[in-house]
């Protein structure tokens, strides 16, 4: 018998289905009329997630609550507007509906949104060895894996053991790999001397490995450069390699070094959370293939948004990139078409992406910024990364709550977050939701 999901009917509207709810989902569900249509939002997490942040939560620089914001909350007072706390598992698109964990829920329209994961490039044993950051609950895990270290290294005068403790292997030359890099060599400099005055923090080792000609590589010449150098001038240590296997606390890589450590942090790359259900010509590379109004190939009333959604140009032969600008605009272009269709214009606007540049923090007082021809780095640049991150930030209490910790971080060089929080195993969980592990 089939199990229908329990939605209010949608009376004489017409229902629209979003599958994720990080940035296209949640900006989408924002933008359009819930006066016209009824909104479905479905996503595995009750919150938005504000994944460039993410890295400072692993650092102990801010709150997970900072970075993320409730989806009901964000949409309090709009009958029309529906959240479920669920699992998206198939499409079928011949009967207008989604499966899902919670049973099936009917669409007039369904907007797939579902972002991205980690990449493992095929190493699958990586993904149960090594630490990945792509949400709240990791970057949580990383905060402990880096604070149960120190903790660990007080403990221990064998070389060996201190070598494995303090040092930290951070994959992938992105913006989270430079990012997280920097935010870990401000706490050797200001935070193990005060927290741990035992600890020799000329031992805690850092480095950034990426098989990539550059650091950030999608961004100029000119601010890989200055990356490089000022990470450098932090004390980071840059290798340009492949790692191949991580076993037994021993990373190795393909020029031959091996580097012994319990600190791997994976932010290498990503791949989408494409959905099933659809023909096989709508995928190409795990994402959805979409025209010029995100329209998923072979359907009429699907359409994908972000990081899933592959739309080939002129412009952009291999897809946009895999970043917040073109996830946002996406979701923006297609609210306000389907706006617009709902009140009786039927002429819909192309997607046309306007890159509106670049931006990576490399820690205090130090950014790259490629904004258009503008391309500069150092304070200025750092400055209009922390503006635009604050003014990016979902909620009032969470742009005050983030603006206060940063300031009181610039001045005392110390947030008082640093706390190992481990949960609790209950069997009180296994009555209410289904476990899963990460290495299955």
């Known amino acids: 018998m089939k199990r229908i999901a329990n939605i209010p009917d949608k009376k004489d509207l017409k229902r629209i289905v979003i599958v994720g709810g990080g940035f296209a989902g949640h900006d989408f569900a924002k933008k359009i009329n819930k006066k016209k249509y009824q909104v479905v939002l479905i996503d595995k997490v009750n919150y938005y997630q504000f994944q460039p942040l993410m890295y400072q939560v692993a650092t102990a620089g801010l709150e997970p609550s900072s970075i993320s914001y409730p989806h009901r909350k964000s949409f309090q007072k709009q009958p029309d507007f529906h959240f479920r706390t ?12 989604v499966d899902t964990t919670i049973g099936e829920i009917c669409y007039d329209y369904l907007v797939i949104a579902t972002g991205c994961d980690t990449n493992y490039f095929g190493n699958d044993e990586l993904k149960c060895s090594t630490y990945a ?10 905060r402990n894996r880096i604070l149960l270290s120190f903790e660990q290294a007080t403990n221990t005068d064998q070389e060996d053991e201190l070598e494995r403790m303090l040092t930290f292997v951070i994959v992938g030359g992105g913006a989270t790999g430079v990012e997280l890099s920097g935010a870990l060599a401000e706490m050797k400099k200001t935070i193990l001397p005060k927290d741990y005055p035992d600890l020799d923090a000329g031992k805690m080792k850092i480095y950034l490995i990426d098989s990539s000609p550059r650091l950030l590589n999608a961004m100029s010449e000119s601010a890989s450069a200055a990356t490089t150098k000022a990470l450098e001038k932090r004390g980071v240590i840059i290798r340009k390699a492949m790692v191949l296997s991580y076993e037994d606390d021993v990373v190795k890589m393909d020029n031959g070094e091996e580097l012994h450590s319990q600190n791997v942090f994976w932010v290498a790359g990503v791949k ?14 795990g994402r959805l293939l979409v025209d010029e109004y995100n329209r998923v190939k072979g359907y009429d009333h699907i359409y994908c948004i972000g990081d ?7 412009a952009y032969p291999k897809g946009h990139p895999q970043v917040a600008q073109p996830a946002l605009q996406m ?4 609210a306000a078409n389907l706006n617009r269709e709902i009140k009786g214009n039927i002429e819909w606007k192309r997607f046309d992406y306007k890159n509106k540049g670049s931006l990576a923090t490399i820690g205090r007082n130090s950014a790259v910024a490629d904004l258009g021809k503008f391309r500069f780095s150092g304070q200025l640049a750092w400055w209009l990364w922390l503006l635009i991150h604050i003014l990016s ?3 009032m209490r969470n742009k005050f709550s983030v603006f206060i910790d940063w300031v009181w971080n610039y001045i005392t060089y110390d947030v008082s977050l640093r706390l190992l929080i481990f949960p609790k195993l209950s069997s009180i969980y296994k009555k209410d939701s289904k476990t899963t592990n990460n290495c299955n």
Do not use: F, R, W
Request: glycine fraction near 6%.
């Open 308 to 314: 899933t959604a592959l739309m080939i140009t002129d």
């Open 86 to 97: 669920c699992e998206a598992l198939k499409v079928n698109p011949s009967e207008h509906h």
């Open 393 to 395: 930030i979902i909620g």
């Open 133 to 142: 950051l792509k949400n709240v609950s990791e970057s949580l895990l990383m």
């Open 272 to 285: 989408p959370n494409s959905i099933g259900g659809l023909q096989e010509e709508s995928y190409m590379k």
């Open 331 to 334: 979701a923006a272009n297609l």
